[in-house]
């Protein structure tokens, strides 16, 4: 029989783990979480419509994976989607102001993401700055259905 | 023919005597539960030896088959150039149904078979009888201390089940096989709540520790004191928590989840 103190001390750090485990899914699985400031390079982008896109999803350019989506929120000005990104810090000063973004799908069933394209201003994006040229999601069933009236029509 | 309906009728009646004993054993073991340090020294204890004996099977079969989920899922959603929901699919699968039902199995196993054969050995020694001689309560000293550390043990273990899972998944998936870590969390964290998926799983594994420990813990106590009476409950135990847990698994499901398609 073990003696008591190691008893002890297993049992705390089995109820440590329990714990760890429950907060383990409370945050990371289930996506509890408190508003976190945002921090490093940070650029605003304004769409008319989002589709199916989430926060964390990926931002590329070129296909490359430079950052992710953070926040999406609702302009309650222009009623139009404001998503936060978060680039990598070394792209900051980098890429010129009119760069543009644009909401694509991954495959036919795939997830949206953001794929930027670089302009060709002087400027160049700072943290905080808005992206100005921005394309919103292509949303298929929309396509399908003016497909249809304009085939009805004719 | 009139020898087979008496003998059904007796098998009722034994059915049912044995739930109304196992009904009256718990409320006794659990009614005046001592408040005091050596009651807590003898909780401590029970849930040292089933629960903290109990988290590497736990540990390694949680690893193991979120590693089998990230693996089969994938190769089924990448057909569909889905593969990002694939941490969708393992969180989901992991939180509802497979950390409390596979957790509350391995329990079944490794630490209720293990407290029926302790306590049924101890009856068969009689050290039951010499301590109510002594004016030992064997219900507060003995069974109510396995009773609390079960019901405690088995819902941590069981998150722990589903976090060590979430890994597997996660190392097979995004490690292994490519699938952007980004997608993979954000897909789980857009489809899996709190309160729907981990809670309601964590209920369904209260409930099953309640039985689990139940089970081991009568069998025990009710067995014939022989060293075959003790095998036969330690196996009786085994397999009628496993009974027990797989269908109030559904019956459980079907109350929580039933809506939500």
Redesign the interface.
């Known amino acids: 029989m073990?003696n008591?103190r190691w008893?002890?001390v297993?049992?705390g750090?089995?109820?440590l783990?329990?714990l760890?485990?429950?907060l383990?899914?409370?945050f990371?699985?289930?996506?509890?979480s408190f508003d976190q400031r945002s921090q490093g390079f940070v650029v605003e982008a304004y769409f008319r419509d989002i589709g199916g896109l989430?926060?964390?999803?990926?931002v590329t350019l070129a296909g490359v994976?430079v950052g992710?989506v953070q926040r999406i929120e609702l302009d309650e000005e222009w009623f139009e989607a404001k998503v936060t990104l978060q680039l990598e810090d070394g792209l900051e000063g980098k890429l010129s102001r009119d760069t543009a973004a644009a909401i694509q799908t991954?495959?036919?069933?795939?997830?949206n993401y953001i794929s930027l394209s670089p302009g060709s201003d002087e400027a160049l994006l700072m943290s905080g700055d808005t992206l100005w040229e921005t394309q919103s999601a292509l949303i298929l069933e929309q396509l399908i259905n003016q497909f249809i009236g304009n085939s009805a029509r004719e | 023919m009139l020898d087979w309906l008496a003998h059904l009728g007796r098998l009722g009646l034994t059915l049912i005597a044995a739930l109304g004993r196992s009904g009256v054993f718990l409320f006794q073991s659990l009614n005046g539960w001592p408040r005091s340090s050596e009651a807590l020294r003898l909780w401590v204890y029970q849930l040292y030896s089933v629960g903290v004996l109990s988290l590497l099977i736990i540990l390694v079969s949680g690893l193991f088959i979120g590693m089998v989920l990230g693996l089969q899922g994938y190769t089924i959603l990448v057909d569909f150039g889905a593969e990002q929901a694939l941490g969708q699919m393992v969180a989901l699968t992991l939180t509802r149904e497979l950390a409390p039902v596979v957790a509350a199995l391995l329990f079944a196993g490794r630490a209720g078979s293990a407290l029926t054969a302790e306590i049924g050995l101890m009856k068969a020694t009689e050290q039951l009888s010499s301590m109510e001689m002594i004016g030992v309560d064997p219900l507060r000293r003995i069974v109510a201390p396995r009773l609390l550390a079960g019901l405690v043990a088995l819902p941590l273990l069981s998150l722990v089940f589903a976090m060590v899972g979430v890994l597997g998944g996660w190392l097979v998936g995004v490690d292994w096989l490519g699938v952007d870590p980004g997608a993979f969390w954000s897909n789980m964290q857009a489809s899996v709540s709190f309160r729907g998926d981990v809670v309601n799983g964590l209920i369904k594994s209260i409930v099953f520790a309640w039985v689990v420990t139940w089970i081991a813990v009568f069998q025990g106590y009710d067995l014939v004191p022989t060293s075959e009476g003790i095998s036969r409950a330690t196996t009786r135990t085994v397999v009628y928590s496993s009974l027990a847990v797989l269908g109030l698994d559904f019956v459980l499901t079907a109350l929580m989840f039933s809506n939500l398609s």
């Open positions: 073990p008591r008893v002890e297993a049992v750090g089995f109820m783990i329990g760890i485990a429950l383990f899914l409370a990371k699985v289930s996506g509890l989430k926060p964390r999803a990926k994976v992710r991954a495959g036919l069933l795939g997830d």
